[in-house]
């Protein structure tokens, strides 16, 4: 499989969190921030809701300005999307379009394992992929003239992280390799502030980055994503591929009240690190279990010694908690091995419950 999940049905199950395929299930397989959604986000996605007889604002002014003074970069930096995901497949059809015949994007570069929607979104571009080995890549053994390399920081999903500074001898080394580093779980890290690649924007053109709001504050129903570039052409021209309304009024709402929860952010850190160290310790204890993959964000990659493929999974839905399964993300890898699987890291008595079902 090629990234994507059988469900009972028979459909290709892209991503975690098919609640509405499994309902009732503990829901482990989506990396939501355990904490929940914010309560000043919820009743500003609620006022969104009371006033959606009118049209969102089509530019979304106030939750451009509230992210551009969070962040500390110009607004015009800033494209707004109906999630992280839709910004990642916008990203290379735009630069497929954009520029001259010898400039306009032909490669997308990926390393195993990556998040599907990085093919996907080259598949839809009409752009080859290119899978490397994370240490090719970053010693500059791939195509750098048309080619847009997508890397996740940390990487979804075995938790990889890459230093700051190595992205950025990166991008100054290769200046024609565009690079876009997808910081959806930063946020969830202790050195989010220091990982960042965000505030070198301005000097390095070839960088952009990927931002979601889904999961550190817990609003993957609303929708909010952010691509963050000091490439002008390029954002305007994937500005111009989005429908005119790409992000709701709840979600703008939702979102502006979102970037004043700094405390909230703070206490979801500290959090996620206390139970993320529970559930190694307790994944350590289960026998099955020989790899456990060291993560700082809010998910843990492991793998499991099992007769059969995908025992585990359907072991664990029969006693009503969803994970999810990554032979998917091996296959894509160019890897036969199955046993995979990844846990998101919740509440202390979820966590508890999902450990006492292992045994």
């Known amino acids: 499989m090629s990234g994507r999940e059988m469900t009972d049905s028979g459909v290709m199950q892209r991503h975690g ?3 509405y395929g499994h309902p009732g299930l503990l829901d482990f397989s989506a990396n939501i921030n355990p904490l929940g959604m914010p309560e000043s986000v919820r009743e500003a996605a609620v ?8 049209y969102p604002d089509a530019q979304m002014r106030a ?6 003074a969070y962040l500390g970069v110009p607004d015009y930096w800033i494209l707004f999307g109906n999630g992280a995901s839709e910004l990642i497949r916008i990203l290379p059809a735009a630069m497929r379009s954009y520029g001259s015949e010898e400039e306009r994007l032909e490669n997308v570069i990926v390393t195993p394992p990556f998040f599907q929607e990085y093919a996907d979104a080259a598949e839809g571009a009409g752009c080859r992929l290119v899978k490397a080995p994370r240490w090719e890549v970053l010693g500059g053994a ?4 048309r080619s847009l390399l997508f890397i996740g920081n940390p990487a979804n999903p075995d938790g990889s992280r890459i230093r700051r500074e190595t992205v950025l001898r990166l991008a100054a080394h290769c200046p024609a390799l565009k690079i876009c580093v997808d910081e959806s779980f930063l946020p969830f890290c202790e050195d989010a502030q220091a990982g960042s690649v965000v505030p070198y924007l301005f000097d390095y053109p070839n960088l952009f980055v990927i ?3 889904t999961k550190i504050f817990a609003m993957p129903g609303l929708r909010l994503g952010a691509l963050l570039s000091a490439s002008a052409g390029i954002t305007q021209k994937a500005r111009s591929m989005l429908q005119p309304w790409p992000v709701s009024l709840p979600a703008q709402m939702a979102g502006e009240a979102a970037l004043a929860e700094k405390d909230f952010v703070r206490r979801t850190v500290q959090y996620v690190k206390e139970e993320r160290a529970f559930l190694v310790r307790g994944l350590e ?11 700082p964000a809010n998910f843990i990659l492991f793998h499991v010694q099992e007769a059969a493929p995908h025992a585990l999974y359907a072991q664990m839905i029969g006693k ?6 990554c032979a998917s993300f091996a296959a894509a890898a160019g890897s036969g091995e199955t046993g995979w699987y990844r846990i998101a890291v919740r509440t202390h008595r979820e966590n508890e419950q999902l450990l006492a079902a292992m045994v």
């Open 285 to 295: 204890a289960v026998p099955f279990v020989d790899k456990i993959l060291p993560s």
């Open 320 to 325: 009503g908690i969803l994970i999810r399964d």
């Open 211 to 213: 931002r979601s709001f």
């Open 47 to 54: 006022q969104g809701v009371m006033q959606a007889e009118h």
């Open 63 to 68: 939750l451009t300005e509230a992210y551009a």
């Open 142 to 145: 791939v195509p750098h003239a």
């Open 17 to 19: 969190g098919d609640l």
